[in-house]
């Protein structure tokens, strides 16, 4: 089994819907977690950061469920700015990375 | 957060050569990350750099074809050693920041 494992996508929607995807992982003990953001021949930048309480940073909601082991990311009002691949990123002793879910917003 | 300037930006190799990608963080870090990153793939961790200490590295990957060196804590370079095509991929070195981890902007390789 994978470490984190993504919906891969793509997630075509229009601009200003909302759109959700999830990421499990498979460690229990693991303590932090983020979700990046890469654009396509660039590196990867960090969205936000995943707390346990859930947490919110403008059009984007991050929520964990540690019973079920996944994160969760939420776009609202989607841009066309925010086609990208979104990295689930879970940290144990090291950075594990999923696949990626790829958004596309098209106008 | 912490900023990395990495170079080579790009490069095409011949197969059997090697080449020295440099990672330069503008403020001292205990560790430091080297991923690649395949075609379509996500990001894979090769090795962790330890100043004063050898690299610690993952499972699939070992020193003689990844050295890595550590000398200070704002530097760290890695080398791709004895290239074949199969090392055509983007490299990308990494340090913890205040929050998450801050990526260098890779170095993509293309072996010929």
């Known amino acids: 089994r994978k470490e984190v494992e993504q919906d891969p996508g793509p997630f075509n929607v229009p601009e200003g819907a909302t759109v959700a995807f999830n990421c499990t992982y498979s460690?229990?003990?693991?303590?932090?977690f983020f979700w990046y953001r890469q654009d396509c021949r660039k590196e990867p930048k960090l969205l936000m950061s995943?707390?346990?309480s859930g947490n919110e940073d403008g059009r984007f909601t991050a929520q964990l469920n540690r019973a079920s082991q996944y994160i969760s990311l939420l776009i609202r009002d989607s841009k066309l700015s925010d086609s990208a691949t979104y990295l689930c990123?879970?940290?144990?002793?090291?950075?594990?990375f999923g696949a990626g879910t790829t958004v596309t917003v098209r106008a | 957060s912490a900023v990395i300037s990495q170079k080579p930006s790009r490069d095409i190799c011949q197969r059997g050569t090697s080449l020295t990608i440099q990672c330069q963080v503008d403020?001292?870090?205990?560790?430091m990350f080297w991923y690649r990153q395949q075609p379509g793939q996500s990001l894979t961790l090769i090795a962790t750099a330890n100043q004063g200490s050898e690299a610690t590295y993952e499972s699939g990957f070992v020193i003689d074809k990844f050295p890595i060196s550590r000398p200070n804590l704002t530097f760290s370079t890695l080398t791709v050693s004895n290239m074949s095509p199969e090392d055509s991929s983007i490299y990308l070195c990494?340090?913890?920041?205040?929050?998450?981890?801050?990526f260098g902007s890779g170095t993509r390789l293309t072996v010929v």
């Open positions: 995943v707390y346990s």
């Open positions: 460690n229990s003990a693991s303590q932090s």
């Open positions: 403020s001292q870090v205990t560790m």
């Open positions: 990123v879970v940290l144990d002793y090291k950075l594990s």
């Open positions: 990494s340090a913890p920041g205040e929050i998450g981890y801050t």
